[in-house]
């Protein structure tokens, strides 16, 4: 047995060691250093206490809403902490127990060493922080490990600590049975760590917020992030954090093929479980009683199995969308390819389930099956109970699910919802794969795709939907594909996604010469991209030849518009550059365009491009369109009816319109557009469950302007004079015409004479804002000024009654612009709150990334407009003498904050110069209402049910409908009919 030795600042240990019992003062000195290999070092319970003396008090002021990686402030130099207790570098094979650590930056750390055991340890008190801001920092707290593989921790504490444990690029590590509980950041961070096992530990209370804050920042028990992969969580404690488990990948690397099991993330502040990652399972957790149980934006190919999530949005509302807070929540981002199979989804404050994304780009892809959604509840603050809530998606799938005692719809689809299946009668799963293609096609190449299943096999390409095993399939616009399938049978289900890339036809770089008007590439990046952002230049492409041009972002790669959703997060990102004139990319050349090389210049590893053409192609029209709306069918004008979804009978959910007998498909502008030209399709002859023709006789009613047009042929764009109309009435005089789509046009859509000095008379501006109605303070009212090159042009009070939560307001600013000019909106209110915990206004936006100088803060006299991270470009539309310009959008976020300490002023830059493609809108309702259909039933059918209220009739019998309708039928084809204000949410067959 070693002899016992009395630790020492400084101290080197190359041998077995055993400390004598005892308090040892480190207090401003160094810790101890092990530089042995296969050794044991027994601590005898010895205490080592360091820190040094608190300067004074600095508590950090930040109010940015997302940390997405390290602050440049560092840590708090102030605070009475130094150095680090134990530290190793290169070391393999050392045991380590029964040693306490405080007062020191890290108790442990180990750089580069491998097959450690840590057990009985005690880390905590030492680097603390529970008054910083929302920025992260340094690597501190309890213990840290870099590059360290294949290490034991059991049974050892780190509370009172920034981080209890932190692993980083350190791989195949043991975690089990430690408390790391209440830290003031995380009781886990994992960056780029993987293959670890994490089993029955304690990282509750990872929480950092004041008492009566909103938010609780990114605090969170567990964070793992940056392509931490393959790691196994079991049986932990998670609960009472500001997020219980936080998978953060606002990086371009993600963190997939994690096992997720057995945890309880309950009341957390945020979200119990919120991940922005594809392809991990989560089994048998609980994610109960916080402001969602799950959050999933941006987390295709998931799995969620036998997880109960109730009680969210009760205690915690924190962050609610449109529909409220929900139990899960896919929303705001890519949801493809999800199995949400037999979970307890109970007692939620809003939806149990709420699926969204965009209009053009819906979630897709889902199995729900044999799941309980019970008693889902209203919220008080106006918000529905659904059992499920549905907006943009296509292919749902769901199957054998039980639905009790929601006080709203129990599936509720509200706007653009495709392909929803519902049945009753339970299915086998199987599990099957898309057999793999290659990575890169170019458009119109013959792609061969089939699955490994022997079942019949639905595919869902680009919003169209194919039926067969083996299809042969070729796309007409290049970028990031998903593709999905799904099988179709009576006794069986599953589905199953994958994804590639199309490029443009074009010309690769050879030895010989070629040129063209645009580029596009390929390029996979696999370096951290936060690092690129604060400290790094972005690459840059160079082409040369008997030219030379070099192509470099004006933002980051990641932010310009060609990225499609956060989906280009798998592997590549498609990128096309318009080598004449591109809004994203400086574009230097010497004029000549032919080519035959080309490089990367970039001072950072892991950027290469995959493929890259030249190509030319014609400038999209730069006209302004505008799509639907709302859309009502009637055969009397004099009712007033609520838009129609459903009008394809028998579940055919395709896209088109079949008309009534005197019918009519109407859209409804937001406000009175300008428009001089039309363009329609009929469509003729397509199989449906009715034979759809070309219309008797149509016209097109302007809406507003006491005029009309008629329409012949199948397809057309009818030019007409400049008119100012509130909407389209489509009137068509015979049954079964077939309407594929009705939109229309402004050519002369703010064209601005960059080079000239016209001006742009503005009467009014439309901005659109929320709320958060915190525990302190008043929303006041707000102020809000039109800024001319540093001048304030025109201003105005708007009073806080008059402000809708998410509804346009319209302000009356008048003023003439200059495209030489540069102006900007700026808002505040008048009572400025102190932080978070206030009532304080949002400005709705339209994404979540880096601040690009176009919109940002203003606070004592300094512009804020890059380096932190906010919500997106602003919602705003110009009144103008012309029409108006529309910088609208339909998938509109909460958005950034106003009149919050060093928020004091929101501000977003206006600029008219240039063609602008202004919004299409393309969201009609949820709910079949009145008029006649003809409903298919499969022959085997003997009952359908029917939800929704009110008077129908079916095969001329009258029933009423109150929440639900049972009808036996013998028939295949039934007419079916919808009496005055009835509606039919929903239609199942037995």
């Given at each position: 047995?070693?002899?016992?030795?009395k630790?020492f600042?400084?101290?080197?240990?190359?041998?077995?060691?055993?400390?004598?019992?005892?308090v040892?003062?480190?207090?401003?000195?160094?810790?101890?250093?092990?530089?042995?290999?296969?050794?044991?070092?027994?601590g005898?319970?010895?205490?080592?206490?360091?820190?040094?003396?608190?300067?004074k008090?600095?508590?950090?002021?930040?109010t940015?809403?997302?940390?997405?990686?390290?602050?440049d402030?560092?840590?708090?130099?102030?605070?009475?902490y130094?150095?680090?207790?134990?530290?190793?570098?290169?070391?393999?094979?050392?045991?380590?127990?029964?040693?306490?650590?405080?007062g020191?930056?890290?108790?442990?750390s180990?750089?580069?060493?491998?097959?450690?055991?840590?057990?009985?340890?005690d880390?905590?008190?030492?680097?603390?922080?529970?008054?910083?801001g929302?920025?992260?920092?340094d690597?501190?707290?309890?213990?840290?490990?870099?590059?360290?593989?294949?290490?034991?921790?059991q049974?050892?504490?780190?509370?009172?600590?920034?981080?209890?444990?932190?692993?980083?690029?350190?791989?195949?590590?043991?975690?089990?049975?430690?408390n790391?509980?209440?830290?003031?950041?995380?009781g886990?961070r994992?960056?780029?760590?993987?293959?670890?096992?994490?089993?029955?530990?304690?990282?509750?209370?990872?929480?950092?917020?004041?008492?009566?804050?909103?938010?609780?920042?990114?605090?969170?028990?567990?964070?793992?992030?940056?392509?931490?992969c393959?790691?196994?969580?079991?049986?932990?404690?998670?609960?009472?954090?500001?997020?219980?488990?936080?998978?953060?990948?606002?990086?371009?690397?993600?963190?997939t093929?994690n096992?997720?099991?057995?945890?309880?993330?309950s009341f957390?502040?945020?979200?119990?479980?919120?991940?922005w990652?594809e392809?991990?399972?989560?089994?048998?957790?609980?994610?109960?009683?916080?402001?969602y149980?799950?959050?999933l934006?941006?987390?295709?190919?998931?799995?969620?199995i036998?997880?109960?999530?109730?009680?969210?949005?009760?205690?915690?509302?924190?962050?609610?969308?449109?529909?409220?807070?929900?139990g899960?929540?896919?929303?705001?981002?890519?949801?493809?390819?999800?199995?949400?199979?037999?979970?307890h989804?109970h007692?939620?404050?809003?939806?149990?389930?709420?699926?969204?994304?965009?209009?053009?780009?819906?979630?897709?892809?889902?199995?729900?099956?044999?799941?309980?959604?019970?008693?889902?509840?209203?919220d008080?603050?106006?918000?529905?109970?659904?059992?499920?809530?549905?907006?943009?998606v296509?292919?749902?799938h769901?199957?054998?699910?039980i639905?009790?005692?929601?006080?709203?719809?129990?599936?509720y689809?509200?706007?653009?919802?495709?392909?929803?299946?519902?049945?009753t009668?339970d299915?086998?799963?199987?599990?099957?794969?898309?057999k793999?293609?290659?990575?890169?096609?170019q458009?119109?190449?013959?792609?061969i795709?089939s699955?490994?299943?022997?079942?019949?096999?639905?595919?869902y390409?680009?919003?169209?939907?194919?039926?067969?095993?083996?299809?042969?399939?070729?796309?007409?616009?290049?970028?990031?594909?998903?593709?999905?399938?799904?099988?179709?049978?009576?006794?069986?289900?599953?589905?199953?996604?994958?994804?590639l890339y199309?490029?443009?036809?074009?010309?690769?770089?050879?030895?010989?010469?070629i040129?063209?008007?645009?580029?596009?590439?390929?390029?996979?990046?696999?370096?951290?991209?936060?690092?690129?952002?604060?400290?790094?230049?972005?690459?840059?492409i160079?082409?040369?030849g008997?030219?030379?041009?070099?192509?470099k972002?004006?933002?980051?790669?990641?932010?310009?518009?060609?990225?499609i959703?956060?989906?280009?997060k798998?592997d590549?990102?498609?990128i096309?550059?318009?080598?004449?004139d591109?809004?994203?990319?400086?574009?230097?050349?010497d004029g000549?365009?032919?080519y035959?090389?080309?490089?990367?210049?970039t001072?950072?590893?892991?950027?290469?491009?995959e493929?890259?053409?030249?190509?030319?192609?014609?400038?999209?029209?730069?006209s302004?369109m505008?799509?639907?709306e709302?859309?009502?069918?009637?055969?009397?004008?004099?009712?007033?009816?609520?838009?129609?979804?459903?009008?394809?009978?028998?579940?055919?959910?395709?896209?088109?319109?079949?008309?009534?007998?005197?019918?009519?498909?109407?859209?409804?502008?937001?406000?009175?557009?300008?428009?001089?030209?039309?363009?329609?399709?009929?469509?003729?002859n397509?199989?449906?469950?009715?034979?759809?023709?070309?219309?008797?006789?149509?016209?097109?009613?302007?809406?507003?302007?006491?005029t009309?047009?008629?329409?012949?042929?199948?397809?057309?764009?009818?030019?007409?004079?400049?008119?100012?109309?509130?909407g389209?009435?489509?009137?068509v005089?015979?049954?079964?015409a077939?309407?594929?789509?009705?939109?229309c046009?402004?050519?002369?859509?703010y064209l601005?004479?960059?080079?000239?000095?016209?001006?742009?008379?503005v009467?009014?501006?439309?901005?659109?804002l929320a709320?958060?109605?915190?525990?302190?303070?008043?929303?006041?009212d707000?102020?809000?000024?039109?800024?001319?090159d540093?001048?304030?042009?025109?201003?105005t009070?708007?009073?806080?009654?008059?402000?809708?939560?998410m509804k346009?307001?319209?302000l009356?600013?008048?003023?003439?612009?200059?495209?030489k000019?540069?102006?900007?909106?700026?808002?505040t209110?008048?009572?400025?709150?102190?932080?978070?915990?206030?009532k304080?206004?949002r400005?709705?936006?339209?994404?979540?990334?880096?601040?690009?100088?176009?919109?940002?803060?203003i606070?004592?006299?300094?512009?804020?407009?890059?380096?932190?991270?906010?919500?997106?470009?602003?919602w705003?539309?110009?009144?103008?003498?012309?029409?108006?310009?529309?910088?609208?959008?339909?998938?509109?976020?909460?958005g950034?904050?106003?009149?919050?300490?060093?928020?004091?002023?929101?501000?977003?830059?206006?600029?008219?110069?240039?063609?602008?493609?202004?919004?299409?809108?393309?969201?009609?309702?949820s709910?079949?209402?009145r008029?006649?259909?003809t409903l298919k039933?499969?022959?085997?059918?003997?009952?359908?049910?029917?939800?929704g209220?009110?008077?129908?009739?079916?095969?001329n019998?009258?029933y009423m409908?109150?929440?639900?309708?049972?009808?036996?039928v013998?028939?295949?084809v039934l007419?079916?009919?919808?009496?005055?204000?009835?509606?039919?949410?929903?239609?199942?067959?037995?």
């Amino acid at each position: 047995m070693a002899a016992f030795i009395k630790p020492f600042p400084g101290m080197r240990i190359t041998e077995d060691v055993t400390f004598m019992p005892g308090v040892y003062n480190f207090y401003n000195l160094e810790g101890i250093i092990i530089d042995g290999n296969h050794i044991t070092i027994d601590g005898s319970y010895a205490l080592f206490v360091g820190g040094k003396e608190l300067e004074k008090q600095e508590v950090d002021i930040d109010t940015s809403e997302f940390s997405y990686g390290y602050s440049d402030k560092k840590y708090n130099a102030n605070l009475p902490y130094k150095g680090i207790g134990i530290r190793s570098v290169k070391t393999r094979g050392v045991t380590i127990k029964n040693l306490s650590c405080r007062g020191f930056k890290i108790g442990l750390s180990l750089d580069n060493c491998e097959n450690w055991h840590i057990e009985a340890c005690d880390f905590s008190m030492n680097y603390h922080h529970p008054e910083h801001g929302w920025d992260d920092h340094d690597d501190l707290g309890g213990v840290v490990l870099t590059n360290s593989q294949k290490c034991v921790l059991q049974n050892n504490k780190a509370n009172q600590v920034w981080n209890a444990l932190t692993l980083r690029h350190s791989n195949e590590n043991l975690i089990v049975n430690n408390n790391f509980s209440y830290t003031s950041n995380v009781g886990l961070r994992m960056w780029q760590s993987s293959h670890n096992k994490i089993y029955d530990n304690n990282f509750s209370h990872g929480l950092r917020k004041k008492p009566n804050e909103i938010h609780a920042r990114d605090s969170s028990c567990v964070l793992v992030e940056t392509k931490s992969c393959h790691n196994h969580f079991k049986g932990n404690d998670m609960r009472y954090g500001g997020d219980g488990f936080f998978i953060r990948s606002l990086n371009n690397l993600m963190s997939t093929d994690n096992i997720i099991e057995e945890n309880d993330m309950s009341f957390s502040n945020n979200n119990a479980i919120e991940a922005w990652d594809e392809g991990n399972i989560y089994i048998r957790n609980k994610a109960n009683a916080s402001s969602y149980g799950f959050w999933l934006g941006n987390s295709d190919n998931t799995t969620l199995i036998e997880n109960e999530v109730a009680f969210n949005g009760c205690t915690f509302k924190n962050a609610p969308e449109a529909f409220g807070n929900a139990g899960i929540a896919v929303v705001n981002g890519s949801g493809t390819n999800f199995k949400v199979i037999g979970n307890h989804i109970h007692d939620n404050s809003g939806p149990g389930l709420a699926i969204k994304n965009k209009s053009y780009y819906p979630s897709q892809n889902w199995l729900i099956k044999d799941n309980q959604f019970i008693r889902n509840r209203d919220d008080q603050r106006g918000y529905l109970g659904h059992g499920i809530y549905m907006k943009y998606v296509q292919n749902i799938h769901l199957i054998n699910n039980i639905f009790e005692a929601n006080d709203g719809r129990d599936v509720y689809q509200d706007k653009a919802c495709s392909e929803v299946i519902i049945e009753t009668k339970d299915k086998i799963l199987v599990d099957f794969e898309i057999k793999k293609v290659k990575k890169i096609f170019q458009v119109e190449e013959s792609i061969i795709l089939s699955t490994t299943t022997n079942y019949p096999v639905v595919w869902y390409i680009d919003g169209k939907k194919i039926k067969g095993n083996l299809i042969d399939y070729s796309f007409d616009e290049p970028g990031l594909k998903r593709i999905g399938a799904k099988i179709e049978h009576k006794d069986y289900c599953g589905i199953a996604s994958t994804h590639l890339y199309v490029m443009p036809q074009g010309e690769s770089f050879s030895n010989k010469m070629i040129s063209g008007t645009h580029i596009a590439l390929l390029l996979r990046i696999e370096d951290d991209y936060i690092e690129w952002y604060q400290t790094s230049e972005e690459p840059r492409i160079e082409l040369s030849g008997q030219g030379t041009c070099l192509l470099k972002p004006k933002k980051g790669f990641y932010e310009h518009c060609n990225s499609i959703m956060n989906e280009y997060k798998y592997d590549l990102l498609y990128i096309e550059v318009n080598l004449e004139d591109d809004p994203h990319f400086d574009v230097v050349s010497d004029g000549k365009s032919n080519y035959n090389k080309y490089k990367i210049i970039t001072d950072r590893a892991g950027v290469q491009i995959e493929d890259i053409v030249l190509f030319s192609k014609k400038p999209k029209d730069s006209s302004m369109m505008y799509g639907i709306e709302s859309v009502r069918t009637s055969c009397n004008d004099e009712l007033k009816y609520k838009p129609l979804d459903k009008q394809i009978e028998t579940y055919d959910k395709s896209h088109y319109w079949l008309s009534e007998d005197k019918s009519y498909y109407q859209v409804n502008f937001k406000t009175p557009r300008y428009i001089d030209s039309i363009e329609y399709e009929f469509l003729d002859n397509i199989t449906t469950d009715r034979l759809i023709s070309f219309p008797e006789h149509a016209e097109v009613e302007l809406i507003g302007a006491n005029t009309s047009y008629n329409l012949d042929g199948k397809r057309k764009r009818l030019v007409i004079n400049r008119i100012e109309v509130e909407g389209l009435r489509l009137h068509v005089s015979s049954k079964d015409a077939g309407l594929k789509y009705l939109n229309c046009f402004d050519s002369h859509a703010y064209l601005v004479d960059i080079e000239s000095n016209n001006k742009v008379k503005v009467e009014s501006l439309d901005v659109m804002l929320a709320y958060n109605n915190g525990d302190n303070g008043q929303v006041s009212d707000l102020i809000v000024e039109i800024i001319e090159d540093g001048m304030t042009l025109v201003s105005t009070e708007v009073e806080y009654g008059q402000v809708e939560f998410m509804k346009p307001i319209n302000l009356p600013l008048a003023f003439e612009y200059l495209p030489k000019r540069d102006y900007m909106v700026t808002m505040t209110q008048k009572e400025i709150q102190e932080d978070q915990s206030g009532k304080f206004y949002r400005w709705c936006s339209n994404k979540i990334g880096p601040m690009n100088g176009q919109y940002g803060f203003i606070s004592n006299d300094k512009i804020i407009d890059s380096g932190r991270l906010g919500w997106g470009n602003m919602w705003y539309r110009l009144h103008t003498k012309e029409g108006l310009f529309d910088k609208s959008f339909e998938d509109e976020l909460v958005g950034n904050r106003i009149g919050i300490k060093e928020m004091e002023v929101l501000f977003q830059k206006l600029d008219m110069t240039g063609y602008h493609t202004g919004l299409t809108y393309n969201t009609k309702s949820s709910e079949l209402r009145r008029g006649k259909y003809t409903l298919k039933c499969h022959p085997n059918t003997s009952k359908i049910v029917m939800f929704g209220k009110g008077e129908v009739t079916i095969n001329n019998e009258t029933y009423m409908i109150d929440e639900k309708l049972e009808v036996s039928v013998k028939e295949t084809v039934l007419d079916l009919s919808i009496i005055n204000e009835g509606y039919i949410s929903d239609i199942r067959t037995f």
